[in-house]
C-alpha cells in the first residue's frame, strides 16, 4: 500500500521544512541555513542543519538525515504514508492511494477525526449562545475565565439532552461508538457520551481533535471529570497531552514543560503567563508522555501535582526515566490543598515562584520524609533517617545518592559514616526498568577511517568505512554538484570516485536532484547525500576538480604498478612504465594554476576510458 508519487511530490513541494522543525525545537539562521539542537537524540548546543533551498536536514551530532516526511516519521513515531498523510493534512493536499482497501481505512480515521472536530465546533457555539448554556457561562467566569480564553481552548457545553450531538454529526452506530461521541442504549436508540458538562477538547501533538474531557457543574450530580471512552478508535490517554497543541511553542522555547493533572490547571497556568503546560487525562504520567514531550526539546520537566499525588509518583519510573532520555524532573512545590487553577487567580507571582523553585524529584521526596519527622528526640531522628534512606536508596546514581546522605546527616545529627554505612548494606539490587536503553552513538561494524590519512588506493574489495561527519575531497566534488552544478558539469566522472558509496552518490546526481537521489539509493549513499544537501560549498571549482583528479590518478598508478610487477614480459612491463610516466607527469602538472586545466582536459577522458576497461 502506498500513496501516488505525483501526491507525495507535491507534498514535499508544498512543506515549509525550517517551520516543521521549529515546532519541535529552537531554530535560528545561520547564514543560507538554519540550526537547531537536533530533537531527533537532544543535546544541548545546535548541531542540526536544515536546508530550507534543498528542502534537507543533517544532524552532525548523531548523524541523522532527510526530509520533511523522515523528519516529521522520527518526531510523531509515524510510518512514511503517515507522515506523509500528516504533512498533507496540514497543507491541504488530497491524497490517492494504490491500494482501495487501505485508502478505505485511512479514510475512516479521518473521517473519524473530522466527526470528533465538528463536536468540538458544536459544544463550543453551543457554550457562547445556547440559551441552556448561561449556568456554565457563569461557572467559568466565577473561575477567571473571559471570552479570549474560552475561544483560545475552545471551550464547549454538552447541552443535557439525550441526543443533540448525535443527530447534529448524523453518524453509523458504528462510528459513533469509535469516535468515542457516543453509544446505542438499550432502547436502540443513539445517545451522546456527554450530557450536562463543560466540554474540554483534547487535540493530539498535531492539533487534530481526538476525544473530550467533561466536568460536571458545581452542585449537579455524576462524577467530576468524564473522559471520551479507551474504546475510541482514535484516542489513547496513554499518549495525548491536554494543551500540548496549544503550548508547544513556548516548550519549544523554554526546554521545559509543566505537566499537571486537570485542564483547568494547564488553563490556570496560562492566565498567569505560562504557557507550557499540558495535563495528563485522565492517567498516570506515562513513558509514552514523556517521549512525546521529549520530542519538543523538553529537557525539564516540573510536576505540577498536589504534594501527595507528586510524592507517590513512581519513584523507579522517574530515575529511569531522567537516566534514559537525559531529563531533569523537578516538582514545584504548591500551598497544601492548592492547585495551580486556584493559585493562578490567587497568587499568579506565587505560581511563577513555584516552577522556578521547584526541586528536583529525589529532593522533593526526601524533604516530604524529613519535614514529617519528629526531631526532638534521638528515635525520632532514627526513625527520619531510615525512612529518608528508604527514599534515597531507589536512586540510581552513586554521587547522588551520597550528596542526599549528607544532607540526611545535617538534618538528623546522625553521624555521616553511620549512614552511609546503612546505605550500603542495604542497598538494593538495581531494578531492570532503569536499565538504559538511551540513543547511543552510530557504530560501523569496524572502527571508523580517519580521512586525514585518506588513502584513495584502498582495495576495492574492502573500502573504508563511509563517515558522514569527515569530508574527503570526493566530498567536496559531490558538493559541488549538489549546490553549483553548471561549474562541474562535464568535468567529473564516475572514474574519479575511488569509494563505492561516494561513486554511487555520484552516479545518482548525474539523473535527478538530491532528495529524489537519496531517496533511490537508500544506506550510505543516501546520508551523504543529506550531509551534503545542507551545508553549501565555499571551496574554489578548479581546486576540488584538480584534487579529485589527482587522487584518481594516484589510484590508478598504484594499480599499474602492481600490475607491472606481475607482467609476464618485457613488452607489457615497459608499456606499463610508459604509461605510469605520463600519469606521474600530468600529475604535478595539476599542482601548477598555469597547467592544471589542461592536465584534467588530458587525464579526464583517459582515466574514463581506463576505468571502462577495466569495468568500474
Request: hydrophobic share 40%; with cysteine.
Amino acid at each position: 500500500m502506498g500513496i501516488h508519487d505525483e501526491d507525495i511530490a507535491r507534498t514535499r513541494a508544498a512543506v515549509d521544512l525550517v517551520a516543521i522543525v521549529g515546532e519541535h525545537t529552537e531554530i535560528k539562521r545561520s547564514g543560507r541555513n538554519w540550526m537547531a539542537r537536533c530533537p531527533i537524540h537532544g543535546e544541548r548546543t545546535p548541531s542540526l542543519s536544515v536546508s530550507p533551498e534543498k528542502g534537507v536536514y543533517y544532524c552532525f551530532g548523531c548523524g541523522a538525515s532527510g526530509d520533511a516526511i523522515t523528519f516529521v516519521q522520527a518526531m510523531e513515531n509515524l510510518d512514511f504514508v503517515g507522515a506523509v498523510e500528516s504533512l498533507a493534512g496540514r497543507y491541504g493536499i488530497q491524497l490517492r492511494y494504490t491500494s482501495a482497501g487501505e485508502g478505505q481505512r485511512r479514510g475512516r480515521k479521518k473521517g473519524l477525526q473530522e466527526a470528533v472536530g465538528k463536536a468540538v465546533d458544536f459544544y463550543h457555539e453551543r457554550l457562547l449562545s445556547g440559551k441552556d448554556s448561561a449556568e456554565a457561562r457563569a461557572y467559568l467566569r466565577s473561575r477567571g475565565y473571559d471570552g479570549e480564553l474560552v475561544r483560545r481552548y475552545k471551550i464547549g457545553w454538552a447541552p443535557d439532552d439525550w441526543d443533540q450531538l448525535a443527530r447534529h454529526v448524523q453518524l453509523s452506530a458504528d462510528d459513533l461508538r469509535d469516535s468515542g461521541l457516543g453509544f446505542v442504549n438499550k432502547a436502540g436508540r443513539q445517545q451522546d457520551a456527554f450530557r450536562g458538562r463543560v466540554m474540554f477538547p483534547i487535540h493530539d501533538e498535531r492539533g487534530e481533535p481526538v476525544g473530550f474531557g467533561g466536568r460536571i457543574l458545581p452542585g449537579h450530580e455524576g462524577p467530576k471529570y468524564k473522559n471520551t471512552t479507551t474504546e475510541a478508535e482514535v484516542y489513547d490517554k496513554s499518549k495525548v497531552l491536554y494543551g500540548l497543541h496549544t503550548h508547544r511553542d513556548g516548550i519549544v522555547k523554554a526546554g521545559e514543560a509543566i505537566i499537571c493533572e486537570g485542564y483547568t490547571d494547564v488553563i490556570g497556568y496560562a492566565t498567569a503567563g505560562i504557557l507550557r503546560a499540558v495535563a495528563t487525562c485522565g492517567t498516570a504520567l506515562t513513558e509514552e508522555h514523556v517521549r512525546l514531550l521529549k520530542r519538543f526539546s523538553a529537557n525539564r520537566l516540573v510536576l505540577s501535582f498536589d504534594a501527595d499525588a507528586a510524592g507517590l509518583a513512581a519513584a523507579e519510573r522517574v530515575y529511569a526515566w531522567e537516566k534514559e532520555y537525559e531529563l531533569d524532573i523537578r516538582v514545584a512545590a504548591l500551598p497544601p490543598g492548592v492547585d495551580p487553577d486556584d493559585l493562578a487567580r490567587q497568587d499568579p507571582e506565587g505560581l511563577h515562584r513555584a516552577v522556578d523553585e521547584a526541586v528536583p524529584f529525589l529532593k522533593f521526596r526526601l524533604d516530604r520524609v524529613l519535614d514529617a519527622g519528629d526531631m526532638s528526640t534521638p528515635e525520632g531522628k532514627a526513625r527520619a533517617a531510615e525512612a529518608a534512606l528508604d527514599v534515597v536508596r531507589e536512586h540510581p546514581d552513586t554521587l547522588v545518592r551520597d550528596q542526599y546522605v549528607i544532607e540526611i546527616a545535617d538534618r538528623t545529627r546522625i553521624e555521616l559514616a553511620r549512614l552511609r554505612e546503612l546505605l550500603a548494606a542495604e542497598r538494593r539490587p538495581r531494578p531492570a526498568a532503569q536499565q538504559s536503553t538511551r540513543y547511543q552513538e552510530p557504530r560501523y561494524a569496524e572502527p571508523e577511517p580517519n580521512w586525514d590519512e585518506y588513502d584513495p588506493g584502498v582495495d576495492p574489495d574492502d573500502p573504508p568505512k563511509f563517515d558522514a561527519n569527515r569530508l574527503t575531497p570526493e566530498d567536496e566534488a559531490i558538493r559541488l554538484m549538489i549546490h553549483r552544478p553548471d561549474e562541474v558539469a562535464g568535468r567529473l566522472s564516475a572514474a574519479l570516485f575511488g569509494d563505492p558509496v561516494r561513486r554511487e552518490a555520484f552516479v545518482s546526481l548525474e539523473s535527478e536532484g538530491v532528495m529524489a537521489a537519496a531517496d533511490r539509493v537508500g544506506g550510505q549513499a543516501a546520508t551523504l547525500l543529506r550531509r551534503l544537501a545542507v551545508e553549501a560549498s565555499d571551496a574554489d571549482t578548479d581546486d576540488v576538480v584538480a584534487g579529485v583528479v589527482r587522487l584518481a590518478t594516484d589510484r590508478v598508478v598504484r594499480d599499474l604498478q602492481l600490475d607491472a610487477r606481475h607482467a609476464s614480459s618485457v613488452e607489457d612491463r615497459q608499456g606499463f612504465a610508459q604509461a605510469i610516466a605520463w600519469l606521474k607527469t600530468q600529475s604535478e602538472q595539476l599542482s601548477e594554476r598555469s597547467t592544471r586545466e589542461a592536465a584534467v582536459d588530458q587525464l579526464l577522458p583517459w582515466l574514463n576510458q581506463h576505468a571502462e576497461g577495466r569495468g568500474a
